[in-house]
């Protein structure tokens, strides 16, 4: 990319001498949505605060629109939106009041935010909902009331930290639709999740994190096909673990060029699955399932199937 609407330059960030985030950077070019993930801890969060200002990297930069944060951080903050993890709406003002009384923030006169207030309503699907409190809308809605509130100040880059966690698939699926749009308009987007599906479908580029460090960056497709034999066969049921272990079935595995455990379920990574789907298909009561590989099981190649405990 020639020309970033914004990078991050060399972050750094310690916490209790360890490191949080390690030697990060990375651009993000207009009208692009790129996507960061990776397991609890692995310094998302962190990284969005320092690139909205509200946490001091250690070292490193971090320039937006040709200004440098900190230093310039109201002239950077104006041309953003954010939507955080955690619920931050005021519970005390109806919809149409939040997204009024945060324009104000942006040193937006009221006739211009009332003048917008509609069409963000219309945008986030709560024209209906206009005098509810966030108290009296589901989770869905108010994700989406915190989107339109996000885009009061008609900002060029949003900054979305996990914004469909806790939705129900249809709440998500109309928050994807939202976001598209968004891209759609030209503008960028920056996007933390724990949803494969969502990165997978609403990134241009990713960015895969572990203990701080980027592991890996690129298209979500290129990136599976770089790694990843291009079909996996998952098998379950009684017995099927004995087929990652058992010397007698040393040759099934063979037809595999990577076998993997999690939990009860067997995974045979595959360039052809054929060969390995006709020695399964004797083998009652084992059940299988056949499938293209995907970005989850990209993100499990890279970061492993280890639990990791938040915090």
């Known amino acids: 990319m020639t020309s970033p609407l914004f990078s991050a330059e060399h972050l750094g960030k310690r916490f209790g001498g360890q490191p949080v985030v390690d030697d990060l950077s990375f651009a993000i070019a207009p009208g692009e949505c790129l996507g960061v993930i990776g397991p609890n801890g692995a310094g998302k969060t962190t990284t969005i605060r320092m690139c909205l200002g509200l946490t001091a990297p250690d070292t490193g930069r971090v320039h937006a629109f040709g200004h440098e944060m900190p230093r310039d951080a109201l002239a ?47 945008f986030a699907a709560l024209s209906h909902k206009a005098r509810a409190k966030p108290g009296e809308l589901s989770g869905g809605m108010k994700r989406r009331l915190s ?6 100040n008609d900002p060029d880059l949003l900054l979305l ?18 976001l598209q749009m968004l891209l759609q308009q030209g503008k960028s987007i920056l996007l933390t999740t724990h949803f494969m599906d969502e990165a997978e479908r609403l990134c241009s580029r990713l960015l895969v994190l572990d203990h701080g460090r980027k592991i890996a ?16 066969v998952e098998v379950y049921g009684p017995g099927a673990l004995a087929l990652a272990e058992a010397p007698a079935h040393e040759g099934l595995r ?36 056949h499938r293209p590989t995907n970005l989850e099981d990209l993100f ?7 639990i990791r405990e938040e915090g």
């Open 76 to 122: 950077i903050k104006a041309r953003l939106g954010v939507v955080s993890q955690m619920d931050t709406l005021d519970p005390d003002f109806d919809c149409a009041e939040n997204l009024l009384v945060y324009g104000r923030y942006f040193g937006l006169r009221d006739q211009d935010i009332r003048a917008r207030i509609p069409h963000l309503l219309e």
């Open 147 to 152: 989107l339109a509130r996000a885009l009061v």
């Open 161 to 178: 930290d996990e914004p469909t966690t806790g939705l129900d698939p249809q709440a998500r699926h109309l928050m994807w639709e939202r």
């Open 217 to 232: 960056e690129g298209r979500p497709r290129e990136l599976i096909a770089q790694h990843l034999e291009p079909e996996v």
């Open 254 to 289: 063979a037809l595999a060029a990577r076998v993997e455990v999690s939990g009860e379920t067997v995974f045979f990574y595959v360039p052809d699955a054929q060969p390995l789907l006709q020695a399964l298909a004797p083998m009652h009561p084992l059940r299988t399932l």
């Open 300 to 306: 499990l190649k890279l970061t492993g199937r280890q």
